[in-house]
């Protein structure tokens, strides 16, 4: 009995030490310096460039426009390639197109170089795009930032209340259409479904189902589930522009679309009108989503972007990844805080999800030196946030910077032929129905 409490006691008194240990390293040798400029800090500085850079091209390709409009008279500037960007259908058909011919199509060069040089950048950056480059992830950030601002001063069960109500409404919307969407894919019903009276006889399970998400208690349906099911949506949206593009439209058609299609030639044009002259319903859509986003972290892009679906799969096979340290770290549970994808980063050995942005923030707020890193797989090499922001933005300079050189950049339209297409914009050859393209 006597050996059994000496055994107990001497047990103890390990603990204790190595609790001790943990503590002095943490409070002495391993905690993390802070530093005046952080990864933070130089993200936001890229990101507000990239911004910028975005402003720019927006303004420069309105002044072009509206030069076409007039006829060739006024101020003038050049069209400018990146604005083919915005242009998501038509760099997929140009990814199609490429793979079919081994060739860059030259109406729309830049979009597809541009979505190429993002796929790349997936496969060897994770989604550092979608947190350090994109547009649209930089205003969601800094929306749900401000709303923090409010939200924390609120009771936390308030709080939480509000911020998980944008994830169970679009949760309840996935229960209704992502299977919609699979039946589409699956060519179980088209787009006249929506006009039969099956449809309408439907309506009532699909409010039940939009209700679900908030009618049946937390511990039977968590706002984990519901979350999962509302992330959905972009793999299905992801899913049905791969089949109706990439799938069912032959690259004998492509071919054809390129040389003949009137709305090809006019397509970023078209884009630009859309959202110079907003209808009431994309108005309200388009506010809709701002005004979630500032109480949802990342709204649309955890639940809505295709780009970011895409670019998520593909960072599977990236070779960085954020790597905890077990023996380093001391569960102080400030990564998994900190993570706007709301991953149990504290849980995890290697981050290999394929919702992490690579954004560092879990690293930024990690207090302990090493506990949380950034590292190269295989020689598990640390790789510092002022190098992975170098080898990004770089490898982004570098490609798109290629394809100017090499001619695969500008489109071969002529000013002239915007400025004649431009007066003529409104005729029934410039429009499209479900994919339909006149020709000339």
């Not at 530093?35 to 390709?61: D, E, H, N, P």
Request: aromatic share 14%; charged share 20%.
């Amino acid at each position: 009995m006597e050996e059994v409490k000496q055994w107990y006691s001497t047990t103890e008194t390990i603990k204790v030490t190595k609790s001790a240990d943990i503590c002095f390293d943490t409070t002495k040798r391993g905690q993390r310096k802070r530093k005046k400029f952080t990864s933070q800090k130089l993200r936001w500085s890229v990101q507000i460039a990239f911004l910028i850079l975005v402003i720019v091209i927006g303004w420069q390709f309105y002044t072009f426009v509206a030069y076409c409009e007039a006829g060739g008279k006024g101020f003038y500037l050049p069209r400018p390639p990146g604005v083919e960007s915005f242009l998501p259908i038509s760099a997929l058909m140009g990814t199609k197109y490429f793979f079919g011919t081994g060739k860059i199509n030259d109406i729309h060069p830049a979009g597809f170089v541009i979505f190429g040089t993002l796929l790349l950048m997936a496969v060897f950056f994770r989604r550092g795009f979608c947190s350090w480059m994109c547009p649209v992830g930089t205003i969601s950030e800094w929306e749900w930032k401000l709303g923090d601002l409010f939200l924390n001063k609120l009771p936390r069960r308030v709080s939480s209340l509000i911020r998980n109500i944008p994830t169970r409404f679009t949760a309840g919307l996935s229960l209704v259409f992502t299977p919609i969407i699979i039946l589409m894919l699956l060519e179980v019903i088209t787009m006249e479904f929506f006009k039969s009276p099956f449809f309408r006889e439907l309506i009532p399970a699909f409010i039940v189902a939009m209700i679900l998400p908030f009618a049946v208690p937390r511990k039977y349906w968590s706002d984990k589930v519901n979350d999962c099911i509302a992330r959905a949506w972009k793999y299905s949206i992801l899913a049905f522009f791969l089949q109706m593009v990439v799938i069912k439209i032959p690259v004998e058609q492509l071919e054809v679309l390129y040389e003949r299609a009137p709305f090809m030639r006019v397509a970023d044009i078209k884009m630009l009108k859309f959202f110079v002259n907003l209808s009431g319903i994309g108005l309200v859509v388009v506010l809709v989503f701002l005004m979630l986003s500032v109480v949802s972290k990342n709204f649309w892009c955890r639940f809505f972007c295709p780009y970011g679906a895409i670019l998520g799969i593909l960072a599977y096979i990236s070779p960085f990844t954020i790597t905890r340290d077990k023996e380093k770290c001391i569960d102080c549970g400030k990564c998994t805080k900190a993570c706007p994808s709301y991953i149990v980063v504290e849980k995890k050995d290697h981050v290999l999800t394929h919702e992490c942005l690579a954004c560092y923030d879990c690293v930024n707020v990690c207090p302990v030196n090493g506990a949380l890193d950034m590292k190269l797989a295989g020689k598990r090499k640390k790789i510092n946030y002022w190098l992975y922001a170098a080898m990004l933005v770089g490898f982004f300079i570098i490609l798109t910077n290629t394809a100017r050189v090499t001619g695969h950049w500008y489109t071969k339209i002529s000013d002239t032929e915007f400025i004649l297409r431009s007066a003529e914009l409104d005729n029934p050859k410039y429009t499209h129905k479900e994919g339909k393209f006149e020709t000339e």
